[in-house]
């Protein structure tokens, strides 16, 4: 019986399998990393219609972040400030400055000015902004540095197992209610450990890790 | 293959490039947490793409969002001139007018504690200290700006001493000269302002009599022998 397949196949089916094993270890890490938001959403920082920058108002002139994020300790969002905030300094300061003009348009026009949304979790997450910075979560936590940033970017990527980092181990990143928006505030890991345990357990914080928590 | 040494190392080498790039890729963070690695931090203006898109966008009305319901894009009907928003204290107009018909009112309509001051404090730092600075002299860091400069009134001049405190609180409400109103700052939160500024313009002429006995005798070694009913600050 003459030998149907050429010696060379004998291998094959090994060469074939362990192509296979690379190809699935690619794939595998490819979207645990690229179709996820640690890739797909760290680092958005789209142009806005208004050259806001953080970096002067919020770390030079040292403005509290709620004198403009107004409602961020009452409501469910965070608002953008009203252009009365805005024109409450800027009636008087820079008032000829082009970078204002949207700013005193709206002010006429009584039109808003249409801010682009940078982070956005996905409309069935219900995140309430109060709960979080009422009991010790810093704006720093979820948006890094935003004092420092001239323009705003999306710093952390808010995905769901990221969320879960904190409401699993809430003593690593909780801090004092005074503390939440001084957004240069640092800790040794060990201080940390500390402080977060004793806020956790006088408080009696026990974040939600059922689904119903944050989708309903 | 066997014929194509070429070929064959091409092929893994490509392959080996491949894995490598992902591998760094994939344990980015691991790079980034244990080995202090960053690659190519990213910035990118365009919307970011939603992979699996399943009602991650969904019609319904949402904060701060443009609504697709009307036309001008509002989710919200401008309320009908006249209309009282929710929780406002209308049966009781001097607390939130600071008014008695026609006249201003004086006196704070809330209980002050200790623990309303301390939120009176927190909100006037928030809110009014930007201009009128944390001691209320007019020195914030906004009034030393071209525009505002020699506009910000201190609260210590004699003529806002004298105002009456629903004057002040509608001030903070509705603005004054200049200045813009803080509507979106609460009711109560308003006379804790009220009251905050009152106790900063009491601190001011308090006298060494004022502060309790333990602490006089502080005060009176750091500044060396004084005259004890002369104002603590002496300037204005």
């Keep these: 019986m003459p030998n149907i397949f050429p010696r060379w196949t004998n291998w094959l089916p090994l060469k074939v399998a362990l192509i296979i094993a690379i190809l699935g270890f690619l794939v595998v890490n490819g979207v645990t990393y690229y179709f996820t938001p640690k890739y797909t959403r760290v680092g958005y920082m789209p142009g806005q219609p208004v050259s806001f920058d953080h970096s002067l108002h919020a770390e030079q002139l040292g403005l509290d972040c709620r004198y403009c994020h107004t409602g961020v300790e009452k409501a469910s969002h965070s608002n953008v400030p009203t252009v009365q905030t805005c024109m409450a300094c800027h009636l008087h300061v820079q008032k000829q400055s082009a970078k204002l003009a949207p700013v005193r348009a709206a002010w006429e026009s009584g039109e808003p000015i249409r801010w682009v949304r940078i982070h956005q979790a996905p409309d069935y997450v219900y995140f309430n902004h109060a709960a979080h910075v009422n009991r010790g979560i810093s704006c720093q936590s979820c948006h890094g540095q935003v004092n420092h940033m001239t323009v705003v970017w999306h710093h952390e990527p808010q995905s769901m197992g990221w969320c879960l980092e904190c409401h699993r181990r809430p003593e690593n990143f909780i801090r004092d209610v005074n503390e939440v928006y001084n957004l240069n505030y640092t800790i040794s890991t060990e201080e940390q450990r500390i402080l977060g345990r004793k806020l956790v357990e006088e408080w009696g914080v026990q974040p939600p890790q059922n689904c119903a928590g944050c989708h309903r | ?236």
């Design chain 2, 1 to 236: 293959m066997k014929d194509f040494p070429t070929l064959k190392i091409a092929f893994t080498a490509i392959i080996a490039g491949i894995l490598l790039v992902v591998f760094i890729a994939g344990f980015r963070d691991v790079a980034a947490d244990y080995f202090g690695l960053r690659f190519g931090e990213r910035r990118f203006t365009k919307p970011p793409i939603e992979v699996f898109p399943d009602m991650d966008r969904q019609l319904k009305v949402k904060t701060q969002h443009p609504s697709a319901i009307f036309t001008d894009g509002r989710a919200d009907r401008s309320p009908v001139a006249g209309t009282v928003p929710k929780g406002i204290p209308v049966d009781n107009p001097y607390l939130l007018t600071g008014r008695f018909g026609n006249r201003w009112g004086t006196g704070i309509p809330i209980e002050v504690t200790e623990q309303l001051l301390a939120r009176g404090q927190e909100r006037y730092n928030i809110n009014c200290a930007v201009c009128h600075g944390k001691a209320g002299l007019g020195n914030g860091v906004a009034a030393q700006y071209t525009g505002l400069a020699g506009v910000v009134a201190s609260l210590h001049q004699q003529r806002i001493i004298d105002q009456p405190d629903g004057q002040i609180y509608t001030t903070i409400y509705h603005g004054k000269g200049q200045m813009l109103g803080y509507p979106h700052i609460s009711v109560e939160d308003r006379w804790a302002i009220v009251a905050y500024v009152r106790a900063l313009q009491r601190a001011r002429m308090a006298t060494l009599r004022d502060v309790p006995p333990e602490i006089q005798q502080v005060l009176l070694t750091a500044r060396g022998p004084a005259e004890t009913d002369q104002p603590v600050n002496s300037n204005q």
